[in-house]
């Protein structure tokens, strides 16, 4: 009996110290990335406090600040946003974050309704955004789409990714190289800004009629279709939303608007003529490509959609309420690291 027990505790100890290992090596080997840590560090966040969650691709992840948001109006918000989002990341994205916070207003950027997502191509922006989702069976059902449609990425790769990530070894100086466990906690709230200016000019013709006739992506279309369900399955306010991009068309965007109409939902276009005037963005300085804001447009964007938020919903405003002080810090922090407080 006793030579059982030891037998036991040995094998219990192998397996805590290979667990405690390989956790070690997955953080040291896992590519450092502000993406990743911003949709990991979500999961800090106090339950059911955030009033408007943000879903969607890049150029959310660059032009949206939910900081100066809380700033200005007071309402809190959550940015889960990567690079490229694939429609299924987006929807399991939404469907996890609802299991946590139940918010008046979900925001979906629409970008990829027109997109086809090839998982072979895109691998390193799935895993990007997938790195920082906790298991959840939503997390299961984007693996199993995306191990579906491409045979070289495995299941046990994205649950344990230091199958995937093993040969960075060749890229560390062991002497410099350190554990970075995933970030819990974020003052950002999601938005990854730009500071670089890279001057810009609409290209010609840019939003005017040109007798093309856009697709929906039936994939992305579908995702969108069960995202908004969703939201009205739980009484929660859906906005769809196109951020600037030069690479837009007047069709397009007629498209989306057409397609908000019939789910009932609401529509914003920062695109067009309209709120393009009312922002006030000026493509010389507040661009940081054709299809991102850098840090001055995204305070640009921001400040309008936070007031057409603000009077098209009824947020609360936590300012000065004791159980958001941590958000009163964040925004210190977050003023001063981005410069904004100067």
């Known amino acids: 009996m006793r030579k059982q027990m030891h037998i036991i505790a040995r094998c219990s100890a192998f397996c805590l110290l290979f667990v405690l290992l390989f956790g070690q090596l997955t953080q040291t080997l896992r590519r450092d990335d502000d993406e990743t840590n911003e949709i990991h560090a979500f999961y800090g966040e106090a339950e059911n406090s955030i009033d408007v969650l943000y879903i969607g691709s890049s150029p959310l992840l660059r032009g949206v ?75 299961w059902d984007i693996i199993q789409e995306v191990t579906a449609a491409d045979e070289r990425q495995t299941t046990l790769s994205y649950l344990f990714p230091l199958l995937r990530y093993h040969e960075r070894w060749k890229e560390f100086d062991p002497a410099e190289a350190e554990a970075k466990p995933l970030l819990e906690h974020s003052f950002k709230k ?41 939201c009205k399955e739980q009484g929660i306010e859906v906005v769809l939303l196109h951020l600037p991009k030069m690479s837009w068309t007047y069709e397009k965007s007629q498209a989306m608007a057409e397609f908000a109409k019939q789910q009932g939902v609401a529509y914003l276009d920062f695109d067009t003529a309209e709120i393009r005037s009312q922002v006030g963005l000026d493509p010389a300085v507040d661009y940081y490509d054709q299809g991102h804001m850098n840090l001055t447009g995204s305070v640009k964007v921001t400040r309008w959609l936070g007031n057409y938020l603000a009077t098209q919903y009824t947020l609360p405003d936590h300012r000065g309420d004791a159980a958001y002080a941590q958000w009163e810090e964040d925004l210190q922090q977050y003023m001063e690291i981005s410069g904004l407080a100067e």
């Open 65 to 139: 600040s939910p900081m100066l948001m809380y700033q200005e109006h007071g309402f809190t918000g959550y940015s889960r946003a990567s690079a490229l989002q694939a429609p299924s990341v987006s929807y399991g994205l939404l469907a996890e974050s609802l299991e946590y916070q139940s918010p008046e207003v979900v925001v979906l950027v629409c970008d990829n309704l027109f997109q086809s997502y090839d998982y072979a191509q895109q691998e390193g922006d799935m895993r990007r955004a997938m790195d920082g989702m906790k298991f959840s069976r939503y997390k």
């Open 190 to 230: 999601g938005h990854v800004y730009l500071r670089e200016i890279s001057p810009q000019a609409y290209p010609e013709g840019f939003m005017e009629p040109s007798g093309d006739t856009p697709v929906f992506d039936e994939n992305a279309l579908a995702y969108t279709e069960k995202s908004i369900a969703l």
